[in-house]
């Protein structure tokens, strides 16, 4: 009977009534009767439409088998919230303000529900999905669509008076596909997925047969030995960290949407949907009496909005843009929750410091170590506690944001609280773009790959004797008209904007609305993931520079203690001690303090618990169904490798010999393993295929994103000006307390080519181009 059921709810939809006519091809016929005598499997998809239909018209509709799986979800998430309350050791992490509640939580239950029963009519009708293109069974089973009650995406929303602001969620950024890039909908993906069962379960199985090796075991072959690297500091390390957490954050499974998943023990580990699980050998050198490491599932969502039955994807809690989301909130509850009613964003103030900190959490944790006095802080991703000097990045954008808020108020009074904020947050993430394109990609690239892959000069805009900024004068004299109409705004020999130009074209960008703005599963699991960079220590020191100490990276992991250190100056200590440290090569050695001691804590049995960043790395990707290095190394025309050996045009001969021990086929290799072992091409920090991934990864999240801040119409000529010109380091001065900066503060400083700068010379920002000229 439940064949019947399962089997109309097919035909009910696909049909509509009438006889299905496919065009000629090898599923339309039945000659061995493999679907009648129900023992063996029948190639997709003529096991959904082949034989007897017609004896099944008049049985129940897909909408009831999906209600049906709905329910059986939703009794499941009680289950858990059930067993959740069984356990009160803290988590590394809190997801409070992950945003998880409400907005979507009906079309997360559904995805859910829609992958359950897509396998389980797959299984009941004996469907046999091998050597089935992952595309084309996506759009064959995408024709049978869901209730619309469990479908957001079906609304469309007004997006008439959003035209000019961004969203909190990022809805309305195109106006003709309202939900794409915004935040809990589908990672993009740049190769369709490559799941054991092709629908949902983690690549586990090698092509030569047998299982991969253990995600653990990999992670102990790589190096834990890791050089430093002089061409950029430690702030530009976490600086991409910060940008990575903006674009990307992959949503873990919660029981009722809004508390994680606590109850994944070592025994959950065939429930794929629900919990991760890497097994701990006896005789690990680092984790021995640990027996696994287990950690919540990523949450589905539907692809490109079309709720349907389909393929297996992962959910991106936070918008894909790079928009500062991990500030603001990524729902419209979580940005009302972090602003003021005067448009500035909350803030906490310690009479001790100069600069304001971000607000402490008034419930949930963050962090290991909060105590009413000097609680975790708050903000619109709660991974802002990853690190202090993480959380030292989110203290400078939330001050930009207050500092242009008290201008903008001073320039226009008549302004009402919701303009200061928005112009406010556009003027703050244009700076984070600009900072991003034009100083921090550079560097990761190198200058003259950064021109191939973005098609610009991709500078750093000062540089010794060609910056405009001289140190110890004035660029800009009191008196002295800085813009003379006609003529050359700036004169410094390679300006790209010169006033008069009314199309400004030098310097703009074009939006494209063809393009869909979406961070890639590929990029968000593996590419960008670039761990092998971060260090063990980091240095605090004092506003004029003088070193104070190092401080271990657990010591600051997912705690608050040293942002309120009072004698060290607090968090503005760890931000200084950022331009000064050299971060780590990539050179495929991880530091110690995240291969091995990660959210090191103490559960609630007093046993030491630690987790390997490397390994679930692995494992997060084949969760997500990454296809192997080899698949993306033919997407970036590299020649798809038959022998380890060939991999010798990116890999050097120690790294290939070590994926031939732990690989029994090229086409095995897990992609974060692989790109951590590439050589890095020339001048830059990343080998080719990284670069080939990461390039396309920001290539659309800015040619697809209608307010970016260089395209056309976005900023006026002037404003965009003061944006590009305005010195980076006089950026950084005015909202961290210290005295001198390097010129370039992703680099630390030298005597040659960028010698330290006095914040107090730096001109203030020009923000009188925002004046509005109406009132």
Known sequence: MLKVVIFFAFLAIFVAGTEYRAPTQWWNTDDNKEYKDGKHRVPFPQCLVSGAKSNYLDSPSLIKLFDKAIDDELKNLKHEHHENKKHHYDDEMDYDNYGTKGDHHKSRSAATAAIKLTRDIMTVLACDLNGTDTDNLEHFLQKFKMPEEFCKYRDAPDCSEKKTYRTATGVCNNLERPYEGSSQTAFGRILSADYDDHLSEPRRKSVKGGLLPSCRRVSLALGSKPLFNREYNNFWVIYGQFMGHDMALSTPVTDTYSTPISSCTCDSKHDWNKCNVIDIKSDDPYLRGQKCMAFPATAQAFKNQICSLGVKEQMNGNTHFLDLSNIYGNTLRAAAVLRSDDGTLKSTRRHWAKLEFPPGQREGKSCVDATYKQPCF?????????????????????????????????????????????????????????????????ILFGEENYATYFGGKGSSEYKKGASEYKKGESEHKKGDSEYKKGESEHKKGDSEYKKGESDYKKGETEYKKHVAPVTYNEVATAAFRLHTLVRDLFSRCTPDGKRIDQLWLHDINAKAKFAYDVEANGLDSIICGAFYDYGFSHDGNFAH????????????????????????????????????????????????????????????????????????????????????LEDQIPGGVIGPVSACLIAEQFNVIRDGDRLFYSHHGVLTPEQLKEMQDYPIHCFYCAFVDIDEIPLNPFKSPNDSDNMLQRCSECRPFKFNYWKDKSS
């Open 593 to 676: 303090q995240i291969h091995h001691r990660l959210f090191e804590t103490t559960n609630q049995y007093k046993q030491l618990w630690r987790n390997d960043l490397v390994a679930i790395n692995i494992c997060r990707g084949r969760e997500h169904g990454i296809r192997s290095y080899n698949a993306y190394r033919h997407h970036c025309k590299l020649p798809k490798a038959s022998y380890f050996e060939d991999f010798g045009d990116t890999i050097n001969y120690d790294g290939i010999e070590l994926l031939q021990k732990l690989y029994k086929d090229t086409d095995d290799v897990d992609l974060f393993v692989a790109l951590a």
């Open 378 to 442: 708050a903000g619109g991703d709660s991974r802002l506690m990853i690190n202090l000097l993480f959380s030292g990045i989110q203290a400078i954008h939330l001050r930009a944001h207050n500092i242009a808020v008290k201008e903008l108020h001073e320039l226009n009074p008549y302004w009402k609280n919701n303009e200061l904020y928005e112009v406010a947050r556009q003027i703050n993430i244009a700076w984070f773009q600009r900072v991003t394109w034009n100083e921090w990609l550079p």
